[in-house]
């Protein structure tokens, strides 16, 4: 499916489920990576994760289309269309929209940078995400000097 495919089936969603036209674009967005989707407040546009698409079946990107255009929709009519209120969810259910997109099948936890730190006296060792002072910080076990050792890249934080 490219970008006119998911115009057409917006434009028609729209019509069908909602009784009003959509008249601004719709686009798929790869960039988009831990939502099904996204409306524009700018420029009124929407944008759907092409994995809803290739990742889930069809009524899964039905359902992320029917939940942008319930935003698209209420913004457009004068209402607040953010999540938590009445209106939005009534409009949801009303529509068969989903709530939440689904995980995408594939999704790794990415490893990230973890700094350690030992200290000169007892050799404890401590794992930080970000790098310390450590002309300021002093060990808690002995409370002498710590020394920067290396970055450890992993995913979870590594036992001390």
Known sequence: MNDQELQRLVERISLESFGKPFR???????????????YRLRDHNLEINPKMYTEHNMAVLVG???????HYHLNLAGQSGQHRTAAFKQLLQQVGGLRFAPAPLNARPRPRQWQLYVC????????RARRIDVTKLVCGRCHG????????IAVQRPQA
């Open 64 to 70: 992320v289309i029917k939940h942008e255009l319930c």
């Open 24 to 38: 601004h674009r719709a686009m798929f967005n790869a960039r988009l990576k831990t939502t099904g989707g996204r």
């Open 145 to 152: 000097h710590l020394q920067w050792q290396k970055t450890v």
């Open 120 to 127: 000169t006296q007892c050799q404890q060792k401590y794992y």
